[in-house]
């Protein structure tokens, strides 16, 4: 088991930048492909970006492609989203999520979450 915490959000600009960062506990954290999402107030929870376990591969939906970044350091057992030109439409809470499915966007295929951070964008 993993458990995660995330930190980093506030309120940003239209246009600004933001960094969360979740930690992760136990000795286990490279063997998880790890993953953020986001949940707006009356929306579904958002794939916003996922990581393989080492950390090469990425992916990205298309609504955040570009100015987002995930990264992880496995050694420090935390994974970051760098999130650049940020827009009103990506105010939610953001949530960090561990699997053992590579790199996938689907929510529920994501058996450990945090308990969320809330990005707050204004115009």
């Known amino acids: 088991q993993v458990a995660l915490v995330e930190s980093g959000g506030g309120l940003v600009q239209a246009g600004g930048s933001l960094r969360l960062s979740c930690a992760a506990s136990?000795?286990?954290?490279?063997?998880?492909?790890m993953g953020w999402f986001r949940q707006a107030p009356g929306k579904e929870r958002e794939f916003v970006a996922a990581?393989?376990?080492?950390?090469?591969?990425?992916y990205y939906p298309d609504s955040v492609k570009g100015r987002f970044t995930i990264s992880r350091d496995n050694a420090k057992n935390t994974v970051n989203l760098q999130m650049n030109s940020l827009k009103p439409e990506d105010t939610a809470v953001y949530y960090c999520?561990?699997?053992?499915?590579?790199?996938?966007?689907?929510?529920?295929?994501?058996?450990?979450w945090g308990q969320g951070t809330q990005v707050t964008v204004s115009s």
């Open positions: 136990g000795r286990t954290f490279s063997r998880y492909a």
């Open positions: 990581i393989s376990r080492s950390g090469a591969s990425t």
């Open positions: 999520a561990a699997t053992a499915v590579p790199l996938t966007q689907t929510p529920h295929e994501y058996p450990y």
